[in-house]
């Protein structure tokens, strides 16, 4: 947990422990079939300190515990070409809260969990490889803010879709149409068409372009009556009114891929109506420094832009990897940007390998773009960009264990000390070591 520099008694950023597993074990009975049994355990425990409107001190705890288990199958039957997973997943999370007077605490819990079937199977017929598929998955919540609904809420999601890929002159000119029908317990029916084409303008070069209409439901949480529930310091609360969003999405780009350079650059444009989005309907904390967010609907939105990716393996056992976007996100209905969205984005990855030793070096920086956030008068304000840079070593040990050290946020930058109205905090300069097995 790291305290504020203005108030030491209160969180700049939550302090976490996490324990993590992660299983799968495969089996290959036959050459046409393959059975997989995965697991993820995820033990988190999180703290943060803050203060109310009164002035009162208290510290938060959230008690996280997470899991995802399932059992996959592949393989050929005949002609046809198959696969099929059911899973679930499931977070059970306890906060507590305890001021500092009376000792006084208050528990809530709050158990998301998610059970999902899908499947497709693919044939080929003359020169068109057909597949079909689909997914029904179960969502449920439970927490004792969900009083009307007896503490519980239950959504089933359910969806098919059918795609061709076939090509032309001599597999040139790659098509893939498609549809995807959904079907939600709440809001009903929607079908997607979508479409892409690839065209191999040489063995190097590649032309992409593509159409496809998308439509997202709300989770239980965001549209469930009296759902109130902290993530991280800021406090989310459910919105029945919410609506599932719909959206039609174009892209065009070209790809080269070279021995030693490999570029990608793509234009896209989604227009958007009713956009999901967390709406700030008020603030706590220190400074309002906290927000309370609902889900609500942006009735129309348009997300547009560039996005590139290089990567050059230079000499000297060195290779570069740079990332590029450039975004313009617009609230069309009212003429304003969308919130939390930088204008311009760059990653960059410069690493070394030395295979004698063993040694693996990286060095990153990252810089994020000014954006938009809301501030107290309701309005749209810029906030400036920020660059962080991160440096890392990793040392080979055996065939089994890697460790790993590093420095992040090299520079220990804070992004209060530059706009108060950033809803997020970059954890300042730390070091770690990982050790890791792998068998």
Known sequence: MTPDEDDPQTSELEGSEILSFNGKLTLTPSDNHRFELFATLIDEDRELRSSNSSGRYYATRYELDKYMAGVGWSGKIGPTESKLNLYRSRIDKLST???????????????VTNDVLDGQCSLLLAAHRITLGGEYRL?????????????????THKALFLQDEFGFFGDRLQLTPGLRYDHHEYFGSELSPRVYAVFKLTDRL????????????????????????????HRILGNPEVEPETSDSYEIGVEYFGDAVTAKAFCFRNDVDD??????????????????????????????GVETELEIVLPYALR????????DAEDTENDEPLPGRPEHSV???????????GLHTVLRYQYVGEQFFENDDDRMQRVPGYSLWHASVSKTLSDHFDLQLGVE???????????????????????????????
Request: no cysteine; aromatic share 10%.
């Open 347 to 357: 990653n960059l990855k410069l690493a070394h390998t030395l295979q004698s030793l």
């Open 97 to 111: 809260q305890r001021y500092d007077d009376d000792s006084s605490t208050s528990e809530t819990p709050d158990i």
């Open 320 to 327: 570069l990897w740079v990332n590029y976007s450039y975004l």
């Open 139 to 155: 969502e449920k919540i439970e927490a004792d803010s969900l009083e009307d609904a007896g503490g519980e809420e239950e959504v």
């Open 275 to 304: 956009l999901i989005a967390n709406n700030r309907i008020g603030s706590f904390g220190p400074g309002g420094r906290f927000g309370i967010y609902q889900a609500d609907n942006v009735d129309k939105a348009r997300i547009q």
């Open 409 to 439: 946020n090299i520079g220990d930058v804070r992004l209060r000390d530059d706009a108060e109205l950033y809803s997020y905090e970059e954890r300042g300069r730390f070091v770690y070591a990982n050790l890791r097995a792998h068998f």
């Open 206 to 233: 590649n032309l992409k372009a593509g159409y496809g209409h998308a439509f997202n439901a709300p989770t239980a949480k965001q549209v469930s009556s009296g759902y109130n529930a902290s993530t991280g310091p």
